[in-house]
């Protein structure tokens, strides 16, 4: 996570109770047991600690959450090209899966940290952090309509088995190999392609009425003859997004 304060949060994480009480616990293991939990080394687990240590609820230690991750899918997501307008319509629309907060509207006011929803930490209740938050997170999200998954499996998983799989419309993004001419998953583009469609989502102030399949950012093109009502597949012949990521050359 990356802490930016050219704008300030709009309002307090809708979970703000039940990331304290996470949180509280997190502050009681040793670097040593971050280590293990976390799958990280030494030296990452020493900074991890000291950044639980430093946490804090106030507001003037937060940035809205939009600007606060960094990422591929994040990348992809362009916050930075966002205007105020955009803005205000993410906060109302899109949702970010959080293993210390839950969910998160893009201005909530979040403070930096460290916690994926799949870690496995020492102690029940928080063992397992899709059994601490329930169906918590999904009871939160609008009871009907569409609702377009851009989320990695780790944290769709807090809310998939708790909504109508009918209601859920996941896109995929591949990418041809030269090699082959074939389709085929690329993981890096696809996290940067999830944030571009979320990116598109936004900037199309997309409803119910929507037609996804016209998306076409980073040179993707939806391909029919590979989709499915509730998985549109979008395919490109060279991917548009080498420059949004570090780990791609431009």
């Known amino acids: ?103 998160l509207r893009p201005l909530d006011g979040i403070c930096p940290y460290r916690l994926e929803m799949g870690y496995k930490l020492p102690d029940t209740p928080f063992n397992n952090l899709y059994k601490f938050w329930g169906q918590t997170i999904a009871d939160s999200l609008p009871g009907r309509g569409q609702i377009i998954n851009v989320s990695s499996v780790e944290y769709s998983q807090t809310v998939t088995p708790f909504i109508d799989a009918a209601r859920f419309i996941t896109p995929k993004f591949l990418t041809m190999d030269p090699k082959t001419a074939e389709p085929t998953f690329v993981v890096v583009h696809a996290k940067i392609a999830r944030g571009a469609f979320a990116h598109w989502l936004i900037k199309k102030r997309a409803d119910d009425e929507t037609d996804l399949t016209t998306f076409d950012e980073l040179n993707y093109r939806y391909r029919p003859d590979l989709s499915s009502s509730v998985e549109p597949v979008f395919v490109c012949e060279t991917f548009g997004g080498k420059g949004l990521s570090m780990r791609l050359e431009k």
């Open 1 to 103: 996570m990356r802490h930016l304060n050219k704008y300030r949060p709009a309002h307090a994480p809708v979970f703000l109770d039940k990331a304290k009480e996470l949180h509280a616990y997190l502050a009681t293991l040793s670097p040593g047991q971050l280590a293990k939990a976390m799958h990280i080394s030494p030296a990452l687990a020493a900074k991890t600690h000291a950044l639980i240590a430093e946490w804090s609820d106030d507001a003037s230690s937060q940035s809205p959450a939009i600007d606060s991750f960094v990422g591929d899918i994040y990348s992809g997501l362009q916050v930075n090209t966002l205007n105020d307008a955009d803005r205000q319509y993410a906060d109302q629309r899109l949702r970010i899966f959080s293993g210390l907060y839950g969910i």
